[in-house]
C-alpha cells in the first residue's frame, strides 16, 4: 500500500468521469499518474521495503503471462490499472496489485510531484520513441499534437539527439514545444503538415508520432 504524495490529473480521467470505461463500478476513486510512499506490503512482496519512495506506469502487467514475458505489459490480459480497474490516487492511500513487477524506485533528487508526472505520458512516449522507433541521433522525428503525450516525446526524441518538428495548432504549445528541443514548429491551421515535412526534411521523418489519436492527425502522421 502506498501513501499517495502527487497525483495528476489526464485525459483519461476525463474519459472515466464521462462513462467511457467499461471497467469503472461506482461508487469508484479515479486517479493513476501518482507518486507515493510505501506503508505496507503484501507477503508476496520482496522488492521494496516501507518507507520506499515509488511511482509506478498506468498499465501494470502481471508479469507472468506471455505478453508480459514478451515486454507488452501494457497489453496483458490481467493488467491492473489504478483509478480504472480498481480504486487509484484521488486518495490518502492507495492499494497496488503486481506491485513487485511494477513499482519503480525514485532516485533521491526526483520529487514526488515531478514522479507523478512519468508514469502515464512519459511513458507512453518513451515507449513509442525509443522502443518501437528505435530513435537514434540525427533523425527526424515529427510529433504531431503538443498535449502531455506529444510534448513529453519532444523531451525525450531531443535527448536522444534526434530533431524534432512539432505540430499543433496552438502557437503558445508550439512556443513551449520549441523552449524545450524542438527544432522547428508547423502550425497546421495555415497549411498541410505533411507537405512541409517532407520539404524540411528532404523526404520525410524516420519516425511520426500522432500523439493525440485525431483522424486527421492520423493522416498527416502516416502521409
Same mark, same amino acid.
Given at each position: 500500500m502506498l501513501a499517495v504524495k502527487a497525483c495528476g490529473i489526464c485525459r483519461s480521467d476525463w474519459h472515466g468521469w464521462m462513462g467511457n470505461d467499461p471497467d469503472i463500478k461506482l461508487p469508484h476513486v479515479p486517479g493513476h499518474? =501518482? %507518486? !507515493?510512499? *510505501? *506503508?505496507? *506490503? !503484501? /507477503?508476496?512482496? /520482496?522488492?521494496? @521495503? =516501507? !518507507?520506499d519512495r515509488v511511482?509506478?506506469?498506468?498499465?501494470?502487467g502481471c508479469g507472468t503471462c506471455e505478453q508480459c514475458r514478451s515486454g507488452n505489459q501494457q497489453v496483458c490480459d490481467r493488467q491492473f490499472q489504478p483509478g480504472f480497474t %480498481?480504486?487509484?490516487?484521488?486518495?490518502e492511500f492507495v492499494a497496488i496489485e503486481y506491485a513487485d513487477t511494477n513499482l519503480v524506485r525514485l532516485p533521491d533528487e526526483i520529487d514526488f510531484v515531478t514522479a507523478a508526472s512519468l508514469g502515464c505520458r512519459f511513458a507512453t512516449s518513451y515507449r513509442a520513441v525509443v522502443d518501437? !522507433? @528505435? *530513435?537514434?541521433?540525427e533523425q527526424w522525428v515529427a510529433v504531431h499534437g503538443c498535449g502531455g503525450v506529444g510534448l513529453s516525446a519532444i523531451m525525450i526524441a531531443a535527448a536522444f539527439g534526434a530533431r524534432v518538428i512539432a505540430v499543433d495548432i496552438a502557437e503558445d504549445k508550439l512556443q513551449f514545444a520549441s523552449s524545450i528541443g524542438a527544432e522547428v514548429v508547423i502550425n497546421s491551421t495555415y497549411g498541410d503538415p505533411a507537405d512541409a515535412i #517532407? $520539404?524540411?526534411t528532404e523526404g520525410g521523418a524516420h519516425i511520426s508520432i500522432d500523439?493525440?489519436?485525431?483522424? $486527421? #492527425?492520423?493522416?498527416?502522421s502516416i502521409s
Open positions: 499518474e =501518482l %507518486a !507515493g510512499e *510505501v *506503508v505496507a *506490503v !503484501g /507477503s508476496e512482496i /520482496s522488492n521494496f @521495503k =516501507l !518507507g511511482t509506478l506506469p498506468f498499465v501494470c %480498481a480504486w487509484g490516487g484521488f486518495a518501437q !522507433g @528505435k *530513435v537514434a541521433a #517532407i $520539404d524540411i500523439a493525440l489519436g485525431h483522424l $486527421d #492527425i492520423l493522416i498527416n
